[in-house]
């Protein structure tokens, strides 16, 4: 299974015309390259649960993104995005659990990510508390050599010193100071552009599926 040719052009045509009166005007290629983006989303949905049974049951409504931008406090006025996004987590994108990520964005750029981005105070500082008390099994999932080699490591989404009330030669205070526990990639030419998409995507997220364990075990 495939993102096909003519949601790419629509995205790239909408990068180029980002405007609310294109956008009308074109709402059919929208409408075709939505439902054909909600397809693949639900190819991957089944497919990851059938390692992930957390994920059983979520419809691609449950996990897209609009593609509305806000732009209150952007100097960019765009009113779309130019991508579509959507991720997969145990109750839907609304719920606080980590989960998996994929994107299509125009000029042919595709991407994959897990984990949490966006984390709630109460969930970091959990987070935060398991990694003080024993950070072995978190480490383990990062030093594996399969995820390492695709993900390089969590995003750099990080304080510059420790955060309060944890003490600055804390043996894990490069994890201490994450904001974020999420890893990302780009897809390569070769990747999205293989016979099989869905498969490439659901390689990473089998990868990603321990990390997500480890996080939502500890979000209660």
């Given at each position: 299974m495939n993102i096909s040719k003519e949601t790419m052009k629509f995205l790239d045509d909408l990068r180029n015309n980002n405007s609310r009166d294109w956008f009308n005007k074109n709402r059919q290629l929208y409408d075709m390259a939505r439902a054909d983006f909600n397809r693949f989303v639900e190819g991957l949905i089944q497919g990851t649960a059938e390692f992930d049974p957390e994920i059983e049951g979520l419809s691609a409504g449950d996990c897209t993104f609009r593609m509305n931008r806000?732009?209150?406090?952007?100097?960019?006025?765009?009113?779309?995005?130019?991508?579509?996004?959507?991720?997969?987590?145990?109750?839907?994108?609304?719920?606080?659990?980590?989960?998996?990520?994929?994107?299509?964005?125009?000029?042919?750029?595709?991407?994959?990510?897990?984990?949490?981005?966006?984390?709630?105070?109460?969930?970091?500082?959990?987070?935060?508390?398991?990694?003080?008390?024993?950070?072995?099994?978190?480490?383990?999932i990062l030093s594996n050599n399969d995820f390492s080699t695709a993900f390089g490591g969590l995003y750099r989404n990080e304080l510059k010193t420790s955060p309060r009330g944890y003490p600055g030669d804390h043996p894990d205070v490069d994890l201490?100071?994450?904001?974020?526990?999420?890893?990302?990639?780009?897809?390569?030419?070769?990747?999205?552009?293989?016979?099989?998409?869905?498969?490439?995507?659901?390689?990473?997220?089998?990868?990603?599926?321990?990390?997500?364990?480890?996080?939502?075990?500890?979000i209660v």
């Open positions: 806000d732009v209150r406090f952007s100097k960019d006025k765009s009113p779309y995005k130019i991508e579509l996004g959507a991720i997969m987590k145990p109750g839907g994108k609304k719920s606080p659990y980590a989960g998996y990520y994929f994107r299509v964005i125009a000029g042919g750029y595709m991407g994959v990510g897990g984990g949490i981005y966006d984390m709630d105070k109460k969930i970091l500082d959990a987070v935060r508390n398991n990694i003080s008390s024993d950070a072995s099994g978190l480490r383990q201490l100071r994450m904001k974020s526990f999420f890893v990302a990639r780009d897809l390569t030419p070769e990747e999205y552009g293989a016979d099989d998409l869905l498969s490439v995507v659901l390689e990473y997220f089998r990868l990603i599926k321990p990390l997500n364990y480890y996080l939502n075990s500890i």
